[in-house]
């Protein structure tokens, strides 16, 4: 404790020779209480007699009045001479006005954070109440591997995943395990390895088997034997009513930090997702929260913790991210998850031609639409009157039939097409707008699966 003193003489008044040896005697008492500070504590205040009382009135009022400024606690006798001499406990002062004062010694009160602000607190609880139905998917075919700077780079096929129910099942993205998937390798065979987190916080290690994959929508589902208090089921919600604009959150595993969380809003929808493999999905999410290598496979949560999306691209120029990251809606995530578990291959309805890319359509000066290039000859489509792009007599061509609608729901390229699709089951009909020459025609056609 540093404590400020002063005397008499610093006040810049004459003092009577009689008040001066009252200050000395003081001066004395306090080197008493050194000598002896088990009898400082129960000393009495010393008491000034009446007749130096009676000599120093005058000066009374204005020694209160300093007394009362910022140095209202003035030591007699300049303490400051024995500032290592005298604990707190041992130390009492007489203030003038105030002869009982004691200096203590206080001690700060400590800062206190307090509660979290409840925007806070509930993205707290989102994340503890879902970081367990996420998990780290390695692809068994690659190898961490330590670079020169004794890094440990994490090779692209590590991603996330998240557990779908209770059975074992594990959903995550085509690419996360595209090495493993790439050997074609049969239902039921070891293809990753998945750690599952403990309420304990230990991660533990099984064999992640495949059940089933879909590369046209970048979706894998895999099988682990856990026991089923480590499995806790994610929950799904709905994309369909979403919202720019609406809080979201992303957890996974970038660059092998396990269960990292980020926050963001969900920055725009119906994008085209051009995915890594090689395909473009339709309908994707787009968000700005943070998603790296490693977050492909985890989730992307509404405010509420409800499974919206399958966090699967980013687009960046330097292989991180740069604010602007896509995830498969849960829409696509219900359809063709069940299949996959059902069937171990998704049942995709569809016209089953050969319809030109984007390229090809362009050079053939088809700015909007579905070109048909092939019609099978057994084919569905081939039954209901669609014709396929040919050539003529004089070597020239002659463009088959133009899809500019499904059940008067625009076209204008392959990928919209195909993504009409996705909305019916094998079997189903529906009635095609094409463009045949310079005629508009309608025709009916049945669903087979493509």
């Given at each position: 404790?540093?404590?400020?003193?002063?005397?008499?003489?610093?006040?810049?008044?004459?003092?009577?020779?009689?008040?001066?040896?009252?200050?000395?005697?003081?001066?004395?008492?306090?080197?008493?209480?050194?000598?002896?500070?088990?009898?400082?504590?129960?000393?009495?205040?010393?008491?000034?007699?009446?007749?130096?009382?009676?000599?120093?009135?005058?000066?009374?009022?204005?020694?209160?009045?300093?007394?009362?400024?910022?140095?209202?606690?003035?030591?007699?006798?300049?303490?400051?001479?024995?500032?290592?001499?005298?604990?707190?406990?041992?130390?009492?002062?007489?203030?003038?006005?105030?002869?009982?004062?004691?200096?203590?010694?206080?001690?700060?009160?400590?800062?206190?954070?307090?509660?979290?602000?409840?925007?806070?607190?509930?993205?707290?609880?989102?994340?503890?109440?879902?970081?367990?139905?996420?998990?780290?998917?390695?692809?068994?075919?690659?190898?961490?591997?330590?670079?020169?700077?004794?890094?440990?780079?994490?090779?692209?096929?590590?991603?996330?995943?998240?557990?779908?129910?209770?059975?074992?099942?594990?959903?995550?993205?085509?690419?996360?395990?595209?090495?493993?998937?790439?050997?074609?390798?049969?239902?039921?065979?070891?293809?990753?390895?998945?750690?599952?987190?403990?309420?304990?916080?230990?991660?533990?290690?099984?064999?992640?088997?495949?059940?089933?994959?879909?590369?046209?929508?970048?979706?894998?589902?895999?099988?682990?034997?856990?026991?089923?208090?480590?499995?806790?089921?994610?929950?799904?919600?709905?994309?369909?009513?979403?919202?720019?604009?609406?809080?979201?959150l992303a957890i996974g595993n970038p660059f092998g930090f396990d269960h990292t969380l980020t926050v963001g809003v969900i920055s725009g929808l119906n994008r085209d997702i051009f995915s890594q493999t090689g395909v473009t999905i339709g309908g994707g999410i787009q968000t700005d929260a943070s998603i790296n290598?490693?977050?492909?496979?985890?989730?992307?949560?509404?405010?509420?913790?409800?499974?919206?999306?399958?966090?699967?691209?980013?687009?960046?120029?330097?292989?991180?991210?740069?604010?602007?990251?896509?995830?498969?809606?849960?829409?696509?995530?219900?359809?063709?998850?069940?299949?996959?578990?059902?069937?171990?291959?998704?049942?995709?309805?569809?016209?089953?031609?050969?319809?030109?890319?984007?390229?090809?359509?362009?050079?053939?000066?088809?700015?909007?639409?579905?070109?048909?290039?092939?019609?099978?000859?057994?084919?569905?489509?081939?039954?209901?009157?669609?014709?396929?792009?040919?050539?003529?007599?004089?070597?020239?061509?002659?463009?088959?039939?133009?899809?500019?609608?499904?059940?008067?729901?625009?076209?204008?390229?392959?990928?919209?097409?195909?993504?009409?699709?996705?909305?019916?089951?094998?079997?189903?009909?529906?009635?095609?707008?094409?463009?045949?020459?310079?005629?508009?025609?309608?025709?009916?056609?049945?669903?087979?699966?493509?």
């Amino acid at each position: 404790m540093q404590v400020s003193a002063c005397n008499f003489w610093s006040l810049g008044v004459p003092l009577p020779i009689t008040q001066i040896n009252s200050v000395l005697s003081r001066r004395e008492l306090i080197t008493s209480l050194y000598s002896k500070p088990n009898d400082a504590v129960s000393t009495q205040p010393l008491s000034i007699s009446s007749t130096v009382e009676d000599q120093t009135q005058d000066y009374a009022p204005m020694l209160r009045k300093i007394g009362q400024s910022r140095t209202r606690r003035v030591l007699i006798a300049s303490l400051t001479m024995f500032p290592s001499f005298l604990s707190s406990r041992y130390l009492s002062a007489l203030a003038l006005g105030d002869p009982t004062v004691t200096l203590e010694e206080v001690t700060p009160a400590a800062f206190s954070s307090g509660p979290l602000f409840p925007a806070e607190d509930r993205i707290v609880q989102l994340f503890e109440r879902n970081t367990y139905s996420v998990v780290n998917i390695f692809d068994v075919t690659l190898r961490p591997q330590l670079n020169v700077t004794g890094v440990v780079e994490i090779p692209e096929g590590n991603g996330s995943g998240v557990v779908w129910d209770e059975e074992g099942h594990i959903v995550t993205n085509y690419h996360v395990i595209g090495n493993a998937l790439s050997r074609n390798p049969s239902s039921g065979e070891v293809v990753a390895r998945v750690n599952i987190l403990t309420a304990e916080g230990v991660q533990k290690n099984f064999e992640g088997t495949l059940v089933g994959a879909d590369r046209l929508k970048d979706l894998a589902v895999l099988k682990v034997d856990a026991p089923k208090e480590l499995l806790r089921p994610i929950k799904v919600g709905q994309s369909s009513s979403l919202k720019v604009g609406q809080q979201c959150l992303a957890i996974g595993n970038p660059f092998g930090f396990d269960h990292t969380l980020t926050v963001g809003v969900i920055s725009g929808l119906n994008r085209d997702i051009f995915s890594q493999t090689g395909v473009t999905i339709g309908g994707g999410i787009q968000t700005d929260a943070s998603i790296n290598p490693g977050n492909s496979g985890g989730p992307l949560l509404d405010s509420k913790g409800s499974l919206i999306g399958i966090n699967t691209a980013i687009f960046t120029q330097t292989g991180t991210s740069a604010g602007v990251g896509f995830a498969i809606p849960s829409s696509t995530v219900l359809r063709i998850v069940p299949q996959l578990i059902q069937f171990g291959k998704v049942v995709r309805a569809g016209l089953n031609v050969d319809i030109a890319p984007d390229l090809i359509a362009n050079q053939l000066n088809v700015r909007n639409g579905a070109l048909v290039l092939q019609v099978p000859v057994n084919s569905l489509a081939a039954k209901a009157g669609l014709n396929s792009t040919t050539r003529g007599f004089a070597g020239n061509i002659v463009l088959g039939d133009i899809i500019v609608a499904v059940n008067n729901k625009p076209v204008n390229n392959k990928a919209e097409l195909l993504k009409a699709f996705d909305d019916y089951n094998v079997g189903d009909k529906i009635i095609l707008q094409i463009q045949r020459g310079s005629k508009n025609l309608e025709v009916n056609v049945e669903l087979e699966e493509q």
